[in-house]
């Protein structure tokens, strides 16, 4: 008799294929399994299931212009790390600010400390009571260029305040010969005054619009 009599075909055709909810009930070390509901896939190593490598958690792209690039996280067992990677560029000339903040929290709960360069100028400083940890700034750059920022954020599920690490540059007036950039480089660590697991990220325009196109990628990273 054929195994396929005693096995559903799903079984047979997609094994490790399931749901956060229906999890092998005695897995095995070294099982690995994908989650349709979450789009993550995991390994077990003999007492918990992690998460396997730097998997995308979210991503969002603008179709037009908005103020906002927001994910929302799906069930992640065992989380670590997440890695933000944005580019956006503003809907008008004028250079605006470019904030981050966690689970739709806009009160100034956000502690910011900041070097940035400016073709020769170098600046640092520290703002406190903020609605949101500063990443950069952009604007409507002539060469269509946008402004792109590298953001980690470790131990997102702990019970302590969230530190942020970002890194970027906004282009600007860049002209390739012209002996000067125009360029701003933003190193910035900042703290969300919260003890709640991050559950979304958002990504906010201090005032007007970002170009359609504008987006962002999280990724997630593992214990393990």
């Known amino acids: ?21 229906t ?9 690995v399994i994908y989650e349709t509901d979450t789009n993550l896939a995991y390994f077990y190593d003999g007492a918990a299931w992690q998460l396997l490598g730097q998997q995308i958690a979210g991503r969002d792209q603008l179709a037009s212009a908005g103020s906002t ?3 929302t996280l799906p069930s992640i067992t065992n989380g670590y790390n997440l890695h933000i990677v944005t580019s956006v560029q503003h809907a008008t000339g004028t250079s605006i600010d470019v904030a981050l903040q966690f689970n739709s929290d806009t009160g100034t709960n956000y502690d910011r400390q900041y070097f940035i360069a400016y073709d020769a100028t170098m600046a640092s400083g ?11 700034t952009c604007g409507n750059n002539s060469a269509n260029r946008m402004a792109s920022y590298v953001v980690d954020v470790p131990n997102f599920q702990a019970a302590y305040h969230k530190t942020v690490v970002s890194n970027g540059l906004d282009p600007r007036n860049m002209t390739a010969g012209s002996g000067t950039s ?15 697991a991050i559950t979304s990220v958002q990504i906010k325009a201090a005032s007007g619009n970002f170009v359609a196109g504008s987006r962002m990628t999280v990724y997630v990273e593992g214990l393990g």
């Open 182 to 196: 125009s360029a701003l480089w933003l190193s910035i660590g900042g703290v969300w005054r919260n003890t709640a």
């Open 23 to 31: 999890r092998p009930a005695s897995p095995y070390e070294g099982q």
């Open 1 to 21: 008799m054929p195994i396929s009599s005693f096995l559903a075909p799903s079984a047979i055709a997609k094994p490790g294929v399931c749901t956060s909810s």
């Open 126 to 136: 520290v703002a406190n009571n903020q609605a949101g940890v500063l990443i950069g």
């Open 69 to 71: 690039l927001s994910v």
